[in-house]
């Protein structure tokens, strides 16, 4: 069923950007709890490509929601114009 698809993909998406909301608040406590300079540059790192993965999981999660939403609309697009082509041709 199409709108099982549609709901796995809002699903996946939500938890996507629920995920991203929580370590984007870890990654600024975690970041100020270095401190100052010098600090570990590895934990920095580790923040980083942690919130960068998640950051990218939304991203790719959005790109798969705007892919179905322009397909379905292309798709129905598509269908009018072409209803609107055979009337117009009917009508002459």
Do not use: C
């Not at 370590?23 to 600090?39: D, F, H, M």
């Amino acid at each position: 069923m199409p709108e099982e698809a549609t709901r796995k993909l809002l699903k996946l998406f939500g938890m996507a950007v629920t995920d991203l909301e929580e370590q984007t608040k870890s990654a600024l406590e975690r970041i100020q709890a270095l401190g100052p300079r010098p600090y570990d540059a590895a934990v920095a790192l580790e923040i980083v490509e942690q919130w960068l993965k998640l950051s990218r999981e939304v991203t790719e999660r959005w790109l798969e929601l705007t892919r179905l939403i322009v397909e379905n609309q292309t798709r129905v697009q598509t269908e009018l114009l072409r209803l609107i082509g055979d009337a117009r041709s009917a009508g002459k």
